[in-house]
Nanobody
Framework: EVQLVESGGGLVQAGGSLRLSCAASGFTFERYAIGWFRQVPGKGQEGVSCINISDGITYYADSVKGRFTISSDNAKNTVYLQMNSLKNEDTALYYC????????????????WGQGIQVTVSS
């Protein structure tokens, strides 16, 4: 059974930083990509970032480029999303996802979702 468990969310002031973690299990980690989506109530989902575990190819949405960094620790089957210079508009429910692949210009097909974790940025 695929499991994706997010941690590291919370409340932070604008300009601050948070690091989200996604601990994956139930599949061969190196054969897939891991990504992050976010959801704001009343708005659509936004694909934020992803990383191919095998070759390290990454993708970032324009809204987070230069502020967010995705990385993986293959020994721990864990992906991190380092979020710096946080803005009010980064407030959302963040989901870790398993993907078929990640390309430099887009996320791949989503195969599984985590339960989501709240990130709230205050002024």
């Amino acid at each position: 059974e695929v499991q994706l468990v997010e941690s590291g969310g919370g409340l932070v002031q604008a300009g601050g930083s948070l690091r989200l973690s996604c601990a994956a299990s139930g599949f061969t980690f190196e054969r897939y990509a891991i990504g992050w989506f976010r959801q704001v109530p009343g708005k659509g989902q936004e694909g934020v970032s992803c990383i191919n575990i095998s070759d390290g190819i990454t993708y970032y949405a324009d809204s987070v480029k230069g502020r967010f960094t995705i990385s993986s620790d293959n020994a721990k089957n864990t992906v991190y999303l380092q979020m710096n210079s946080l803005k009010n508009e980064d407030t959302a429910l963040y989901y870790c996802v398993q993907e078929q692949y990640c390309e430099r210009d887009r996320l791949g097909s989503v195969l599984a979702w985590g339960q989501g974790i709240q990130v709230t940025v205050s002024s």
